[in-house]
């Protein structure tokens, strides 16, 4: 039983069926496996919540659902620091070239033309390659300076 499952006893049983759903297909390693369960849960249970969490990530970027989930995973094991210089990364690099693309073109669909028919590069999950996942996660180039946090002017926890 996973850690969310088991900590939510004071929750109502639909609930704890519902968590225990999305933890079984959130456990999953790549966002493909995810999807994946997702169908099949969807199919089987012939519930909205997860039909509709289905669509939602049929509609999202590729590479964004991609880089999302590496950014939770690793997350998981960071200080308060590392979380956020990962973020602000992940920012920079996300609306600068190569990659600003995704970021243009989910406000033309969303804000400039309202279509909702943003048009994704790469367009699916198969064509996003490991290097464009690490790439936001890449160190800032000479131009941009990395996040420094004043971490010795903190006060002490006592």
């Known amino acids: 039983m996973s850690y969310f499952v088991g900590s939510s006893a004071h929750l ?6 519902r968590l225990a759903v999305i933890d079984k297909c959130f456990s999953h390693e790549t966002v493909e496996e995810i999807v994946d369960a997702l169908e099949s ?20 970027s590729p590479l964004a659902l991609k880089v999302s989930l590496r950014s939770i ?12 210089v990962r ?8 609306i600068s070239k190569p990659f600003y693309h995704d970021f243009c073109e ?25 290097d464009m996942v690490d790439s ?3 160190p800032l180039g000479e131009f941009e ?11 002490a926890f006592i």
């Open 12 to 17: 109502c049983p639909l609930c704890y069926f």
């Open 41 to 60: 849960e969807a199919a089987q249970l012939n519930e909205e919540w997860c039909s509709l969490a289905l669509k939602r990530l049929k509609e999202a």
């Open 73 to 84: 995973r690793e997350g998981r094991y960071q200080t308060l620091d590392e979380c956020l």
């Open 87 to 94: 973020e602000y990364r992940m920012s920079i690099n996300g």
């Open 106 to 130: 989910g406000v033309r669909a969303r804000l400039v033309d309202k279509d909702l028919a943003p048009k994704w590069d790469p367009p699916a999950l198969e064509f996003v390659s490991e």
């Open 136 to 138: 936001y996660f890449a």
């Open 145 to 155: 300076p990395e996040l420094k946090l004043p971490t010795e002017q903190r006060e």
